[in-house]
């Protein structure tokens, strides 16, 4: 496995809670950077640096679960793990929904606290991986003409040659040309092969050709 | 038709008992009249003139008895000869011609003779004056009577005026006496009294020394009365006339002399008793009327007796004399009458004083009943205060138990760096070359969190305890904050913005910090639930500090919902809630505390929204703890 992108946002108003689990993280190999409030850590934050974030829920006028919802909002996907010293299940089972990796409840035991910020550094890994995958797809998408698209969205439609040089009042050969292009630019070369990368890329179907199925 | 007939008849009945009605009016009137024509016509002459009270008295007695015993009524008339003032046979001739003539038309059936001149003057005129008509008389001497050798007939009261009697009454009022002075005027009548007296007296002179003071001017005499040795007694017989020619009545001079007279005085005559003398032995006017009356009536009714009968004096003493010279009543003789006894407060005011008496009983059972009462009452309120400890502590509990999960975290805090530090530090054991500096670090911040969860735990015991009103001088703004610390979390949890505004300079109140943090948790909770509908933003809760020279104040102010006006009054008792849980005890509860601590309790509406509670505490720290 790659060695995840290791920062660990940690976000709790109470200074020595903040000052001790910084320390424990630090010296499980984390790097951290440590705030007392929500407003410093939305000054400090940067979405581009991998890593996780670990916060109170209950921290000031703006708590754990408005940081998740404001992260998300500005399309960051950070995966946050919850702590909490009184945690009831209606907002842990809000925070879950929203994604967050865990609802911890204070005092947390160290390993269970050090496993679940290595899940989600895992997590962030993974997330940021599939992003930077779909972003190379996108890429290569992006240089498809609208001929190509068009072809690639009847090829994933699972129509023959055929049938899409009929629809698009062209002939077979002309389809047969773009389709090869189409697989040489996305860089695959099995029909399976390109419908996945479509998919990751969220490239439907054609959406007519249900009539004449 | 015979209907008609009844009804005539009915008048007629009545007409006929209105005739006899008149007809018995009229035998009724007959009979008074000829009961009228019966009356018996007695005629009373008196000695002296109608001035001098015993002639009234005797009057009035003598008419009494007789109208009293007599049915058919009387016609009394009274002549008074005024002979120690006009004396002599000429004044007596000029006396019987009026009598004459103005009783010739009057069948009399009895004539009185009031005192010796009377009798003497009636006695020479009988037989031409009133002839056949029965004579009795009264207050007349033994001698007198003697004198005038009196017919079998004539019988009436005889008087025996001893001055012995007295003179022993006297020596029994005052056992130690010396002196005995002898008063009497220049008049005839007076010098017989003295003559009569020099006789009588005459075995005394061995055991007093008795001096006459007798016809001497009326300013030497009291000159004389207002020097008497010690020891000494004044018997005052009779004074018509002063050695200075001057008239008097003896009942007028009597006054005079017991005034004067530093001893007391003694008299023979009735009346003189209540005009200044201590007492005699007496016969009273009043006795001897009645018993002139009694033989009247018997002559009246036709009976004729032939002896007369003597008169018995009696003692008689002034009381109000008696207690003026120190006399006991316990000597008197007995058989003696006291006279002018003034009432006793119980004989005066016995129907007020039994009142009072009533009343103050009354008064004395009431006030053991309030004893009573108070006791329970105080037993009652002892109770009562050991409950409402109780109730607070219960309260206080229960504010607790809502603050639970904030507490818990408060707990939670320094447990969970406790454990992250422990982490910290096996993680660090594990590495080669540990950082003993760092390690130092740790085991440091953990005993600082220990400690800090210890006091997290110390003050919820104290919070918790059941501990009994306790006074210490406390910093209100520690106060203020701890409680705020305490409910930071809740706080925050709530969304509730909590500012705090503390003056710099506040004194120090006197107060149990436990029960005063628990009334700021309430109203800080209080606060909160107000706030519930407000956006998250607009949850702001303000607590202040402030003072004046009176007292010191914290006010707990929120943005709310406020307080609906008819509320307001009914906001501190017991049981009153707004909230659909709860029992409606905390502020009613927080009252008492407060008021336990001499201060007071009051809510307001903020004039922008929201509602204030104040907390003023006394700044000497008075009031009851």
């Keep these: 496995m790659i060695a995840p992108a290791n920062t660990v946002y940690l976000v709790d108003d109470d200074p020595s809670v903040l000052k001790a689990l910084e320390r424990l993280l630090r010296q499980a190999g984390f790097e951290v950077q440590s705030f007392a409030s929500s407003r410093t850590f939305f000054a400090q934050h940067d979405p581009a640096t991998p890593g996780c974030a670990v916060l109170d829920i209950a921290i000031d006028e703006t708590d754990g679960l408005e940081i998740q919802r ?15 010293g009184r945690g009831d299940i209606p907002m842990s089972v809000r925070a879950m ?3 967050a990796v865990n609802f911890l409840t204070k005092p947390v035991a160290t390993d269970e606290l050090l496993a679940t910020v290595r899940l989600a550094l895992e997590k962030d890994f993974m997330i940021r991986r599939d992003r930077a995958e779909v972003d190379s797809i996108m890429r290569r998408v992006e240089t498809l003409t609208p001929r190509e698209t068009e072809v690639l969205r009847h090829v994933i439609s699972g129509r023959l ?10 002939v077979e050969k002309t389809i047969k040309v773009h389709r090869a292009r189409v697989m040489q630019k996305l ?3 099995s029909l399976a092969e390109l419908v996945r990368l479509a998919e990751r890329v969220k490239i439907g179907p054609r959406s007519a050709p249900a009539r004449h199925s | 038709v015979r209907r008609w007939f009844g009804r005539l008849e009915r008048p007629r009945v009545v007409w006929r008992v209105l005739c006899w009605c008149v007809a018995l009016a009229l035998a009724g009137s007959a009979a008074v009249a000829s009961g009228a024509d019966a009356a018996k016509q007695v005629l009373v002459v008196y000695t002296n003139q109608n001035a001098v009270r015993a002639m009234t008295v005797i009057d009035a007695a003598l008419r009494r008895e007789l109208k009293s015993h007599l049915s058919n009524g009387i016609d009394i008339f009274t002549e008074f000869l005024d002979a120690e003032r006009f004396p002599g046979s000429e004044q007596a001739a000029i006396a019987e011609e009026y009598l004459r003539a103005k009783y010739a038309k009057r069948s009399l059936d009895l004539v009185i003779a009031a005192g010796p001149d009377a009798l003497k003057f009636l006695m020479q005129r009988r037989a031409s004056l009133f002839p056949g008509i029965p004579l009795i008389f009264g207050g007349v001497a033994e001698q007198t009577a003697q004198a005038l050798s009196l017919p079998p007939e004539t019988v009436g009261v005889i008087g025996r005026y001893d001055p012995e009697p007295t003179v022993d009454l006297a020596l029994r009022l005052q056992p130690d006496a010396r002196h005995l002075f002898v008063v009497t005027g220049a008049s005839k009548f007076d010098r017989s009294w003295e003559e009569k007296a020099r006789r009588a007296l005459h075995s005394y002179e061995g055991r007093l020394d008795i001096r006459y003071l007798s016809g001497l001017p009326m300013s030497e005499l009291t000159q004389e009365l207002g020097n008497l040795p010690e020891r000494s007694i004044v018997l005052y017989l009779s004074m018509f006339q002063d050695g200075a020619g001057k008239d008097f009545v003896p009942g007028d001079v009597i006054e005079q002399v017991a005034k004067t007279a530093n001893a007391p005085v003694y008299a023979v005559y009735d009346l003189m008793v209540g005009r200044g003398v201590v007492g005699g032995s007496i016969n009273s006017y009043e006795s001897l009327a009645i018993s002139m009356a009694q033989l009247g009536l018997r002559v009246l009714a036709g009976e004729r007796p032939t002896t007369s009968f003597l008169a018995q004096p009696t003692n008689i003493v002034d009381w109000r004399q008696m207690k003026r010279w120190g006399l006991r009543e316990s000597k008197l003789p007995p058989g003696s009458v006291v006279q002018f006894r003034e009432p006793s407060l119980w004989e005066a005011y016995w129907p007020q004083i039994v009142f009072v008496v009533a009343l103050l009983i009354l008064q004395s059972f009431l006030i053991v009943a309030m004893i009573l009462q108070d006791a329970r009452r105080r037993r009652a309120e002892r109770e009562v205060a050991l409950w409402r400890q109780e109730l607070t ?12 999960g904030a507490v818990a975290h408060e707990l939670n805090q320094p447990l969970t760096a406790i454990l992250s530090n422990a982490g910290a530090a096996r993680l660090i054991l594990e590495q080669k070359g540990s950082d003993f500096g760092e390690l130092q670090e740790i085991l440091a911040d953990i005993a600082a969190d220990a400690t800090r969860g210890g006091e997290i735990i110390q003050h919820l015991r104290t919070l918790f305890s059941k501990a009994a009103l306790r006074s210490q001088p406390l910093v209100l703004n520690e106060v203020v904050l701890e409680a705020l610390k305490l409910v930071h979390n809740d706080l925050v949890a709530r969304r509730v913005v909590a500012v705090s505004s503390l003056a710099p300079e506040l004194p120090r109140v006197r107060g149990d910090r436990v029960q005063l943090q628990q009334v700021l948790l309430n109203l800080i909770h209080n606060a909160c ?17 402030a003072t004046d020279e009176n007292a010191t104040r914290i006010s707990v102010t929120d943005h709310g919902t406020g307080i609906r006006e008819d509320r307001l009054s009914s906001l501190f008792q017991p049981f009153f809630t707004t909230k659909s849980r709860g029992l409606g005890l905390g502020l009613s509860i927080c009252r008492s505390i407060i008021e336990a601590h001499g201060g007071s309790l009051w809510a307001f509406n903020n004039p922008g929204r929201g509602a204030t509670f104040c907390v003023s505490l006394p700044a000497d720290g008075g009031g009851r703890l």
Aim: hydrophobic share 45%; charged share 25%; proline share 3%.
């Design chain 1, 187 to 189: 860089a695959v070369r």
């Design chain 1, 70 to 84: 404001s992260l998300a909002e500005s399309g960051c996907e950070r995966p946050i793990v919850f702590l909490t």
């Design chain 2, 393 to 404: 502590h219960l309260a206080r509990v229960a504010t607790l138990g809502e603050l639970s």
């Design chain 1, 161 to 170: 040659n055929k049938q899409i040089a009929a629809d698009l009042g062209t």
């Design chain 1, 97 to 99: 929904r929203a994604g």
């Design chain 2, 529 to 545: 639930d107000a706030m519930v509908e407000n956006a998250p933003g607009e949850r702001k809760l303000v607590v202040s500090t």
